[in-house]
């Protein structure tokens, strides 16, 4: 069975930091691509970053912020968010693209495996 636990999550004020965690079992993340999400209430899920062999991606609203990687011998995909902004708000979720039917890009189709999310909440 894969699963992807979700871990970091809390609160924060704003401009400070929390660091995420997604610890995968049941499968190798080595060269796959893996992507943070985030969605707030009443709002879709949105792409916040994705990791690849080739690269990072990240949108535009944490560009300069937030820093995603990935522990392969941990098996685990981290999401460090710095300068917290209270539209950070948001359950985050971690995901994973096991069948590369799209290549590793942030759009929510590329990724067949997700976590249940973890809370972050942001106070001014």
């Known amino acids: 069975q894969v699963q992807l636990v979700e871990s970091g999550g809390g609160s924060a004020q704003a401009g400070g930091t929390l660091r995420l965690s997604c610890a995968v079992s049941?499968?190798?993340?080595?060269?796959?691509?893996m992507a943070w999400f985030r969605q707030a209430p009443g709002k879709e899920r949105e792409a916040v970053a994705r990791?690849?062999?080739?690269?990072?991606t990240y949108a535009d609203s944490v560009k300069g912020r937030f820093t995603i990687s990935k522990d392969n011998d941990k098996n685990t995909l981290y999401l460090q968010m710095s300068s917290l902004k209270p539209e950070d708000i948001a359950m985050y979720y971690c995901?994973?693209?096991?069948?590369?039917?799209?290549?590793?890009?942030?759009?929510?189709?590329?990724?067949?495996?997700w976590g249940q999310g973890t809370q972050v909440t942001v106070s001014t």
């Open positions: 990791i690849s062999g080739g690269g990072r």
């Open positions: 995901a994973l693209d096991s069948l590369r039917l799209y290549g590793c890009r942030l759009g929510r189709e590329s990724y067949d495996y």
């Open positions: 049941g499968y190798r993340t080595g060269d796959r691509c």
